[in-house]
């Protein structure tokens, strides 16, 4: 049996990077797997959210799933905060999970930086929620980008101990699948750092919102360097941007980073930009005008997730009865 779990906080503008290393393979997903994509509200207030925005990008990263692909009928699409199982299986999993375990996060230690005994509780017990969305569905493969790795060894861990603690095989250990290209989207204008919803400046990001002027002004902005486009993608090496923009262009394409170099091999990015505007606008604009259609009928988006939220709570509500009866809890099912 294999079922696979994921989802994405709805905090701002979903950007290039979500698409790559997330959406565009959880809608491939859909036709060998049955599959629940959740938006985590829950995870989101672990930083501030103003309440109706909130509600908004809410809906917004519902639309962005759906519009990549996600197909509401045939996989689970809802938001965390409508499934009680979530927050419950959290706190058995607050109290499984090591504070040790916890303080080697590296997101939480990025995240928080020097003003750590400022940071809300739940950012630091994030994980913990993060593994019990997983695992109340026993979930067992999670198609995530390359930085959500140690959280899912995280959860790996939380299973195992929870197995052993209380001597049953209630937990599958998931697999991470993280995708060749696309796994890894930097910043347009730093090549060490990933694209992110957080960065302050918008030109080191492309959203999923982003019209056609828009993707060719960041994308003729980005960093580059004066070298020339190899012949193999190894030969990238050292040059984070040049590799990202490559990286970014087989993604999109779904081909090979090598391919792309052997495609404008000897060429510079003063020609290559034009090239990779094209694939990333072609790609993009269906997707942006879908995402549109959507939020257009925002009581569409909240019947979707509600009737997500019942179908996601159907097989998680028994997976929860038997984990409280295993540790211990009187009730319906012990
Ligand atoms: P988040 O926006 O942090 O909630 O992430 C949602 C999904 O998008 C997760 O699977 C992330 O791993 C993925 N993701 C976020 N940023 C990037 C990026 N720059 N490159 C690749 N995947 C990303
Ligand atoms: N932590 C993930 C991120 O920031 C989002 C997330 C929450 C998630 N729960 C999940 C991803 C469960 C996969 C499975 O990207």
């Not at 347009?188 to 918008?202: A, C, I, Q, T």
């Not at 970014?248 to 091999?265: E, G, M, N, P, Q």
Request: charged share 25%.
């Amino acid at each position: 049996m294999s079922r696979v779990f994921s989802g994405a906080q709805p905090s701002g503008n979903m950007h290039l990077g979500n698409y790559l290393g997330a959406f565009k393979n959880w809608a491939k997903l859909q036709d060998s797997h049955e599959c629940l994509y959740c938006v985590v509200d829950m995870h989101a207030i672990t930083v501030w959210q103003n309440p109706a925005d909130l509600r908004d990008q809410t809906r917004e990263a519902a639309a962005a799933y759906m519009a990549a692909g996600v197909d509401p009928d045939r996989s689970i699409l809802f938001n965390q905060s409508q499934v009680p199982a979530h927050a419950e299986l959290a706190w058995i999993f607050n109290c499984v999970a090591r504070i040790g375990w916890l303080n080697r996060m590296t997101q939480f230690k990025d995240k928080v930086g020097k003003n750590r005994e400022k940071a809300s509780v739940g950012l630091w017990v994030y994980p913990n929620l993060m593994a019990a969305d997983i695992l109340a569905y026993r979930a067992t493969h999670v198609p995530v980008g390359e930085d959500q790795k140690q959280h899912l060894e995280l959860t790996r861990d939380i299973a195992q101990k929870f197995n052993t603690d209380f001597e049953t095989d209630m937990f599958p250990l998931v697999e991470p699948i993280i995708q060749s290209e696309g796994a890894r989207v930097m910043s347009l204008r730093d090549g060490s750092k990933k694209m992110s919803k957080s960065e302050p400046s918008d030109m080191s990001r492309i959203n999923m919102g982003d019209d056609a002027d828009t993707i060719a002004l960041k994308i003729k902005k980005a960093k580059t360097d004066a070298e020339l486009i190899p012949e193999r993608a190894d030969d990238l090496d050292g040059r984070p941007e040049a590799r990202n923009l490559i990286g970014l262009y087989a993604a999109l394409a779904d081909i090979s980073r090598d391919d792309v170099c052997a495609r404008f091999a000897g060429q510079g990015f003063g020609a290559f930009k034009p090239a990779l505007t094209e694939v990333a606008v072609d790609k993009l604009a269906p997707i942006t005008t879908e995402m549109r259609r959507l939020m257009a009928d925002k009581a569409e988006i909240d019947r979707v997730l509600a009737r997500g939220a019942e179908r996601a709570n159907a097989i998680a509500a028994p997976i929860l009865g038997e984990v409280k009866s295993a540790v211990g809890f009187i009730g319906a099912s012990s």
